[in-house]
């Protein structure tokens, strides 16, 4: 162990994560915090790291509220939409009446904005999203964190939480290893901010062998967002409530600006309009809600899910029309560039003109997310004037230990917030640590140096589990005494596809295959303790995997706790195939106790605030 460099750092604002959320606290952090030492950790490099890393060609969050286009009751209402009524609107509502400041900024940065020629106004792709020009939107935004920060650390994972030992329940900073250099790091912290990203490769993707990585989220975020907090005894909601993405096949191409831009349309195999077809069936299910506008995105889902079993596949996007307008293909083209060229290189390798052949579209493996069209995450504080007594304790972003916040994919319950609401989530937070400290809450924390050492001890035992059973070798990689990352992640993948619904069952689960899930989810855990790692980079892979295994615990918990098919199209419970709003109109809300490794469930009411004050009003 004295081979790692230990490297102590005391600061008073821990950002863990320097994606959009992260960016976004930093800087914000710095703007209420003059004279706090703020400190940014980072696994990749800020520069290109996070979901943004490609760059967007929208930017998906913005409400116009200069131009009087969208007013924030209007996006919680399309969030509570979307999400068949299960968002916390208070965290929702605090994003978008912020979320356009940040917006301005971006372009005052320099981010190339596209306009409407006639108005002047940013061009509209749809109701929430405006186009940009946005290939270097992470570089445009990490700019602003690294004029902000005492310090950035680049390539240092960040793999536990430290806790104060003085005060129980209250967060005493985080340690990680540089995955360049092994060295180990200890920031001994006043608050933290987590905005570790989601969580991709937990269910097996579609692409598995040559192409495993082709995952339409990236497939670099590991759940550290949920794993971190979760060890630490924060409470989580929604975490059942993971995203499944219907996109152009094997590229994962965005279809955004093709639905709402080109107006493409989708059909089955025999040019059909099949969501019709599956309307009464659907209505059976979730009675009313199918005749909501827009249709909630898991319906969707929903028909062609089905209409594929039914063999009415493969599905295609109606492409070959709006091409015929040079301007549209044009956009059509370009909105890869900025985001996802390789869409564009699958097209050409499979001989695909969109101008002249409808691409296939697919639905993708499920992944974990807060800031998309779903919202797992931690349980956090909302803010003073918003939040009913249930959802406030205090600081808002503010986790259930104390002086742990979030921001981003790591919030839960608040939905459609994308890279623009995550950075303003991320600004939120920060605000809200820059208080707590100014209030002397976190004063005479204490963390031991006997806490770090035993952090160290077990962040390098993946080396020293490989440096002991690599002895053993029996032949090629295989040793009776380790597995490796990869070994691991194979066999996560396969235990949540198979039994948590992924794509093998087209989704579907129910409370039996539940209950196995979680006794093999159990037993790899209990393996991972055996887990080999031959260099720094496979020890990174070894943590990923690790909270990727404890993320996907906490998932399989929360679709066993929720006993009812809430999203048809993101997963289905086939004991329980209805929705439930009498029994399950409320959010599911787990802790994890830390000394006994056993989750506790319970439900939270759902309060439907923006119609409340509305009805208050007109009374
Ligand atoms: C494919 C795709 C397309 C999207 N398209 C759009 C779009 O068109 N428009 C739009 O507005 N939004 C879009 N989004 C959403 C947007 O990217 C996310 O909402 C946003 O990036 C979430 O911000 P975040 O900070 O929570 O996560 P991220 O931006 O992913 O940042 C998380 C950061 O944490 C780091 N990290 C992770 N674990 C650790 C650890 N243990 N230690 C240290 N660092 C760690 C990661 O390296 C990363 O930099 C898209 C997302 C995806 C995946």
């Known amino acids: 162990m004295a081979k790692h460099k230990t490297h102590y750092e005391d600061c008073d604002i821990l950002v863990v994560g320097g994606g959009m959320a992260g960016t976004g606290a930093t800087f914000e952090a710095r703007h209420w915090g003059r004279d706090l030492k703020i400190i940014c950790v980072e696994k990749a490099n800020i520069d290109r790291s996070g979901a943004v890393a490609q760059g967007l060609y929208a930017i998906n969050c913005y409400m116009g509220m ?21 968002v916390r609107e208070d965290l929702g509502y605090d994003m978008a009446r912020h979320v356009d400041s940040t917006v301005h900024m971006f372009d005052e940065w320099g981010l190339p904005m596209m306009k409407n020629e006639e108005t002047g106004r940013y061009l509209r792709e749809g109701k929430w999203q405006i186009m940009i020009h946005g290939e270097s939107y992470k570089p445009i935004v990490a700019e602003a964190a690294k004029k902000s920060a005492d310090k950035i650390y680049n390539r240092i994972m960040i793999t536990h939480l430290l806790m104060d030992e003085a005060q129980e329940n209250r967060v005493g900073g985080a340690v990680g290893f540089n995955m360049r250099t092994g060295d180990f790091h200890v920031f001994r912290a ?39 907090p979760i060890a630490a005894g924060a409470k989580m909601t929604q975490m059942e409530n993971r995203i499944v993405l219907c996109r152009f096949k094997d590229g994962y191409g965005p279809v955004g600006a093709y ?169 939120l937070a920060a605000k809200a640590a820059v208080k707590y400290i100014e209030d002397q809450k976190a004063e005479d924390i204490k963390v031991t140096d006997k806490q770090c050492e035993d952090f160290k001890e077990k962040v390098y035992k993946p080396l020293e589990n490989y440096t002991v059973g690599s002895n053993e070798i029996t032949g090629g990689t295989v040793s009776p005494s380790y597995i490796s990352p990869i070994q691991g992640l194979l066999r996560l993948q396969r ?125």
Not at 67 to 84: F, K, S
Not at 198 to 225: C, D, L, Q
């Open 495 to 619: 235990i949540m596809d198979e039994y948590v619904g992924g794509i093998a069952t087209n989704y579907m689960t129910n409370g039996n295959m539940l209950k196995r899930g979680l006794e093999l989810l159990e037993w790899l855990q209990e393996d991972l303790e055996k887990v080999g790692a031959e260099d720094y980079h496979q020890l990174m892979r070894a943590w990923e995997l690790k909270h990727r295994a404890l993320t996907s615990q906490c998932v399989t918990e929360h679709t066993m706790f929720r006993e009812e098919t809430r999203w048809p199209g993101y997963y289905y419970r086939g004991d329980h195939m209805k929705l439930d709003d009498d029994n399950w109109h409320c959010l599911t809300v787990s802790r994890r106790d830390p000394k006994t490794g056993k989750f506790n469930m319970e439900k939270v009411p759902v309060y439907h605030i923006v119609d409340d004050k509305e009805k208050k009003k007109a009374s």
């Open 190 to 228: 006043k608050t933290v901010i987590v905005a570790a990203g989601g969580a991709s490769h937990i269910f097996k993707p579609r692409a598995v062998g040559e192409g495993m990585g082709r995952t339409w989220y990236a497939p670099w975020s590991n759940g550290s967002a949920y794993a971190l």
């Open 66 to 86: 200069q131009w009087g286009e969208n007013q924030p009751e209007d996006h919680v209402r399309y969030a509570r939409n979307d999400l068949m009524g299960m």
């Open 259 to 427: 639905f709402l831009h080109l107006k493409t349309y989708t059909q089955n195999a025999n040019g059909e309009n099949y969501e019709k077809k599956w309307y009464d069936q659907t209505k059976e299910l979730v009675g009313e809600y199918i005749d909501h506008h827009p249709t909630p995105t898991c319906l969707r889902n929903h028909a062609f899910i089905q209409e594929t079993i039914a063999g009415g596949g493969p599905i295609h996007m109606v492409t070959t029309e709006a091409f015929q307008d040079p301007h549209l293909e044009t956009v059509g083209w370009e909105n890869f560039l900025g985001m996802t060229v390789g869409q564009a290189v699958v097209w050409a390798s499979q001989n695909i003109d969109p101008k002249y052949t409808n691409p296939e579209l697919t639905t993708s493996e499920p992944y974990v997310m807060g800031s998309h069209a779903t919202c797992s995450g931690a349980w956090v504080s909302g803010p003073e004037d918003l939040s009913p007594p249930e959802y406030f304790w205090g600081y808002n972003r503010m986790l259930t230990v104390e002086g742990l916040f979030g921001a981003g994919d790591t919030v839960g319950g608040s939905a459609h917030k994308f890279s623009s609401g995550s950075f303003t989530e991320g600004r």
